[in-house]
C-alpha cells in the first residue's frame, strides 16, 4: 500500500505532465487563428503536416478546454480555445439532418462521412462540456437533441447507411452502449433520473460483452451475448474493456450498485489480465481469444490510449478497493507509460510504440490521436491521488 | 554477373519453393469440399480460423491454378481447384448490375461490398485465366462484358458508391490503371491491339505517377499528376510502385517502346532506393516523400507482397539490362525474402514481420493475403531464371 510521500510524489508526476508538458503542446500549435478550430495532425515538434480537420479530434478538445475550465480554473485562455472549437464545429461540421462529418478541411468543407455515429458523438461530448463551462443552456438542448438522435440510430446503423447484407452475423460492438453511457454522463450531469430507461439499457447491452465464466470482455457479441466464432467474435480490445471499466464503475458508484461496482473492478482487472504483454511489456492494442494471430496488422503495438485509460481505471479500482494488486497494477503500467510515451524536449506523448517499446510514428496529432486521451487521464488521475493523498493524510 | 552455377541454384530454389512448399499447402487446405471454392483464413498449420470467403483472394487463386495447369502441366488436380473455384464466384460472387461482392459466407451468402472496383477485377482475372487454360470461350467474354463496364466505373467511382464531397481533392489512384492495365494483358492475350485506346490511356494515367524529377512514384497525384502536399499525395508505397514497374515492362516489351523500357526500369530502381529499410533490411510497407511519419500504424512493417513483387520485378530488370546493380537488387531481395518469409515446417510464406524482421501473424492466409503473390512471383522468377540459364549457356 502507498505511503503517502508515494501517492505525491506520483501527483506530482502527473501535475507537472498535465501542466507543463501536454497542455502547452496543444495550446501552442493546435488553434487555427484564421479559420477557428484546431489543426489536430502535428508532428512532434507541433508542425502542420496535415491541414485537415478530423471531428472526433475537434470535439474531444472542445470538451477538453471546457472541462479544464469548469473544473480546474477559470482562465479565459482555456475558454477561448473552447469555444473557437465550438463555433467551428457549429458552422461547418453539422449537416440539417443531424449527420457530423468526419473530416472537414481547414476552412470546414466536408472531405469524409463515416457510416458510423462517432462523429456525432463527439460532437454531443463538445456541446455538453461546452454548456456545463459556460452555463450557456442553449448548448446543452442542443446536445440532448442530438442525443435523442443519436441514441435511436444506433439501434440501428443502416440508418446511417451501414449496409445490412444476408450473410452478417447479427452482433453487438461494446463501442456503442458504453459511449453512449458516457454522453449520458456528460449530459444528464447530476439531473440524470430522467435518463433512467437509457441507463439502465445501455449498462444491460455493455454486461452482455462480459463474460464471467472465461474472464474476458468481447469486443463484439451476438445480440443475446452470446460468444461468436470467428475473429470478430474472437477479438479483444484490452484499452476499450478497460475504459468500458471505468465509465460503468462511476455509474455503479453514482447509482450505489455494488454488484455494478465489483463487475466494473473485473473488467478492469481481468483485461489487465488478458492484454498484458509479460514479455516485453504494456497492453498489446488487440489480441484472438482463441489464441490465433489477430488479422489487424497492428495488433501487437503499444498505443498510448489503451495506457492512459488503464492508469486512470487502475487507479480508481484502487481508491474503491484498497487492494494491493490494484495499486500495483496501477503503478505498472504508469510506470511503462511514463517511461515510453512522454516527449520531454517538444511536449505531448507519442502515439505508437512497436511491441518491443520503441517509438514508431513520430507525430504528436493524427487523425485519431488529438487532445484527448492523455490529458483526460493525467486530469482524472490527478484528481484522484488528491483525494487519495487527502484520506491517506486523514488517517 | 551471376555464372550459370549461381543461375541454377537460385532457379532450384525458386522451383523447390513453389512445387515443395508453396503449392502443396493451398491444395492440401484450402478447397471446401462441400461449398466449392476456397478456404482463404488458413492459420499457420492450415487449419481454418475464418469461414468467410474473400472474392480478392478467391479469383487469385482460380487465376493462379489456371496459369499454372496452362504454363506448367495439365494436372487434373490443379483444373479440378480452378474448376470448383470458378464455379463458387459465378453462383455467389457477382450481383445481377455486376458488382462483386468483398466477402461471403462459406456457403455463399453476402456479407461484404465495398466501394471500390478490385473485387470485380479479379473476378475478371479469373475469368480470363480460365479460359484460356481451358479455351472455354464464353468465360472469356464474360470477362470482356464485366472489363467494359469496371472501365466505365473506374473513371468516376461515385457510381460504385463511393461518395463526393466539396472538401474532397480530386485526385488519381495509381491502383486503378495498373489494375486494368494487368487485367487487358490477361483478357487480350496476344489479340490486344482491339485495346489500343485502353492500354494507351492506362499507361498515360500510370505515368502521371512518375515524378522523373524527383525519382519517386507516387500513390496518390492530382488528375494532371502534380503533386498534392498532404499525406495522401506524399504517400510512398514501394511494393506497389515496384509492381507497377513490372506490369508496365510488360507492355514496353510487347509494344516494343525503348523509352517506356527505359522508365520502368527505373519506376523499380528508384522505388527499391526509396523503400529498402537500410537498417533492418527489407521495404517498407509505406513512407512520407517529405519525411514525416506515415499515419498508417503499420508503415514499417515488412509485408510479404512487396517483396514477390520486388524479387520479380528486380530479375526482370537484370534480364533486360544485365546490369550488375539489378542482378544484386534482385539477390538482396530474394536472400531477405527467403531467410524471413518462409515456413519450413508447415509450408507457404508468414505474411508479416515487424521492421526487425520478426514474425507478427502466424496465419498463411487473411482476409488480404491468399494463393497469389507467392506462388506468382516464384513461377516468374522459375521461368525468367530458366531463360538466363539458358541464353548463358548458349554464350
Redesign the interface.
Known sequence: MPDLRTLSRYREQFEKELFNSVLPFWENHSPDKVNGGYFN?L?RDGRV????KHIWLQGRQVWMFSTLYRTVEQRPEWLDIAVSGIRFLRDHAIRNDGRV?FS??AD??????QRKIFSECFYIMALAGFSRATGEGRYLIEAENLLQQVWEWSSDLSKVGR?V????IPSSQLAIPMILLNLIEEVAGDTYQRYSPEIDDSIRRMLLHVHEDRQLVFETVAPDGSFID??DGRLLNPGHAIEAGWFLQHWAQRLDDPKLTETAVNMVRWSDKAGWDTESGGLFYFLDS?N????S?????KLWWPHCEAMYAYLLNYRLTRRKEDWLAFSRVTDYAFSHFPDPDYGEWFG?L??NGTV????KG??YKGCFHVPRALLMCWNTLKELEELTADS
Chains 1, 2 share one sequence.
Open positions: 495532425c508532428d503536416f496535415d491541414t485537415r462529418w472537414l478541411t470546414g468543407k466536408p472531405v469524409q462521412m449496409p447484407h444476408e450473410g452478417q470467428n475473429p482463441g490465433f494471430s489477430p488479422t496488422l497492428e495488433w501487437s503495438m505508437y512497436d511491441r514508431t510514428h513520430r507525430f493524427g487523425p
